[in-house]
């Protein structure tokens, strides 16, 4: 790898591997309750509270849904990220968290150039995080879910989404360190197969995002096959969420709002409602997301810069009484 290449994955890890808003932002919250192991086979269950993840420390490999039920006011996700061997929340925390938020600062002072100094601060080993999907973005009251399969090692859920410009898994207080929760994927095997889909979503960043299946009203599930993984000019790849359109939604400032580095970008609140839908993965992941279609309008996109320029927006209607249209 190249030296300018070893920055770019570097700072691109740490985009959906830091990041956030601290309890300062938003008032505290009660200590979660801990949640220990996930049942073998069973849902895992992530509850977004405040700033906090409540969800297990051990979960079961191979094919796992994660539940993620968002009892907040705000809209957040659940990066899945698997660490490199030996690295811990300790070393996020320590290492990469602060550098992160103070280059977020530089960026809405309007100093790119101090900015994309701090982040080549950032320490090696995040170059070799693996971005392995989660719930996507989520709003207030909402419950998505996701299916991906997993191998044994330690893990990390996040949430980089931003209030006043702090980024939710940025917390200075040590004793409340926001919304980043570690896990660890043991070599227990869940018993769950492979879901089956009625909608096939295809990423890739040579083409538009490629949607094949009825959208009729109803509950379906989405299969997301990540054809490739081009990184983007916010350092990130390409994802898949869903949100509802409503009549005065304005899709200029929703485009906007996905791109982290404008200082409205992943801002509380949100523009839209969002449905969930699944995170980065590496080229040739898989993942599964459950969607409740009621007719609407709706759209797909991602968190890359100018989304509808790149094909990764996508506005579709649901009618009561026949597919909507690609």
């Not at 409340?176 to 660890?184: I, S």
């Amino acid at each position: 790898m190249t030296k300018s290449g070893g920055l770019l994955r570097t700072v691109e890890a740490l985009v959906v591997a830091v990041v956030v808003v601290g309890m300062t932002a938003c008032g505290k919250s009660p200590p979660p309750t801990p949640i220990t192991a996930a049942p073998p086979g069973a849902v895992v269950e992530v509850i977004a509270r405040g700033l906090q993840f409540i969800a297990p420390e051990e979960v079961p490999s191979g094919w796992t849904t994660f539940r993620f039920r968002n009892e907040s006011g705000m809209t957040h996700f659940a990066m899945i990220e698997r660490l490199p061997d030996g690295y811990g929340i300790r070393d996020q925390q320590e290492q990469v968290a602060p550098i992160f938020q103070q280059g977020m600062d530089l960026l809405n002072a309007g100093d790119a150039d101090g900015a994309m100094a701090k982040f080549g601060e950032l320490p090696e080993w995040f170059g070799r995080v693996v971005f392995m999907g989660g719930p996507g973005l989520t709003g207030p009251g909402q419950i998505s879910e996701v299916t991906v399969f997993l191998e044994p090692g330690t893990y990390l859920l996040e949430c980089y989404v931003k209030t006043n410009g702090v980024f939710h898994s940025y917390n200075p207080a040590p004793d409340a360190y926001g919304m980043v929760h570690q896990f660890q994927v043991t070599e227990a095997v869940s018993p769950a197969g492979e879901p089956d889909a009625d909608i096939r979503i295809t990423l890739s960043g040579e083409r538009d995002i490629e949607v094949v299946g009825d959208t009729t009203p109803g509950e379906h599930v989405a299969q997301v096959v990540f054809e490739d993984h081009k990184i983007y000019e916010n350092f990130a790849g390409h994802d898949v969420h869903l949100v509802r359109l409503e009549d005065d939604t304005d899709l200029s400032q929703l485009a906007t709002w996905m791109d982290w580095r404008q200082p409205s970008g992943l801002e509380t609140p949100a523009p839209a409602l969002f449905l969930g839908g699944t995170n980065e993965m590496p080229a040739g992941q898989t993942a599964y997301f459950n969607i409740s279609l009621e007719p609407g309008r709706y759209a797909w996109i991602a968190e890359v810069p100018d989304p509808e320029g790149k094909g990764m927006l996508q506005v579709f209607t649901v009618s009561g009484d026949h597919t909507g249209g690609y």
